[in-house]
């Protein structure tokens, strides 16, 4: 069954015409990579998922319904969680305090989930390491763990994260990947946009690789990591 389905989504932005009829299916239970070259409309995929641009043409459906129409903090409440690429952590704030923010139904600390918070620190132990750290002096990979836990902070259906591993050492990849790993056993839908193509093949149970606007390839990860060819037309790896 698919959690989330697109279907035939065109998105202008201004006078820009950047998604060319973009047909995307994410099963339930599932991790998704979301693959393509820089500028293939990634980004602005997640962004229409999210209602952050609306489609001008086509739809995009969660569970069903049709939310192509709807405004942000609306998806939002479906239980859709977006990590976008520049993470959306507060500097200033410490890493408690950004969590208690994205914590809707918590008023203080004290009222978040004591035993969702020790799974957390577990998957990311960097966020329970500096709790009362202001989140601006964090490494750029445990800016990302913070965001990611702020993304979890409640349970979710579908959890939306761009490029999860941009710009970190590999042994940060690792743990993420292992907390990626993790979250897929709790059962909740991924939907990750990657430029890392091992990481991509490490977690992804299902593939989509877009280019030009559009997908042009979807399937099983393993079919597709098996297949180098394709990932060489697709992607333009040199293998
Ligand atoms: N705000 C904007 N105004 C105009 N064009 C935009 C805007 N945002 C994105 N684009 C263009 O839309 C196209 C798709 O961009 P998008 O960010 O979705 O690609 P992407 O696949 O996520 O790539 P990347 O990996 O580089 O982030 C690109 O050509 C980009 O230049």
Known sequence: MNLLELSGVHTHIGAYHI???????IPKGQLTMLLGRNGAGKTTT???I???????QGSVRFGGKDITAMQTPQIAALNI?????????????????????????????????????????????AVEKFWNHPAGKLSGGQKQMLA???????????LIVDEPSKGLAPAIIN???????????????????????????RLGDTVA??????????????????DAE??????????
């Not at 999210?50 to 001008?56: E, T």
């Not at 520049?86 to 305090?97: A, P, R």
């Not at 990611?148 to 579908?158: D, G």
């Open 230 to 239: 394709l990932q060489q037309s697709l992607l333009g790896l040199a293998l």
């Open 46 to 48: 997640l962004r229409t």
């Open 175 to 201: 743990n993420m990947i292992d907390a990626f790993g993790e979250l897929k056993r709790s059962g909740v839908t991924i939907l990750l946009v990657e430029q890392n193509i091992n990481f991509a093949q």
């Open 209 to 226: 690789v877009m280019d030009n606007g559009r997908v042009v390839h979807s399937g099983s990860m393993a079919t597709f990591s098996a």
């Open 81 to 125: 969680a977006y990590v976008p690429e520049n993470m959306g952590i507060f500097s200033d704030l410490t890493v408690k305090e950004n969590m208690l923010l994205a914590a809707r139904s918590a008023k203080n600390a004290a009222q978040m989930d004591d035993t969702r918070l020790k799974w957390i620190f577990k998957l990311f132990p």
């Open 50 to 56: 999210m209602g952050l641009w609306h489609a001008s």
């Open 19 to 25: 998604l060319h009829g973009v047909d995307l299916a």
């Open 148 to 158: 990611v836990s702020r993304a979890i902070v409640e349970p979710r259906e579908l």
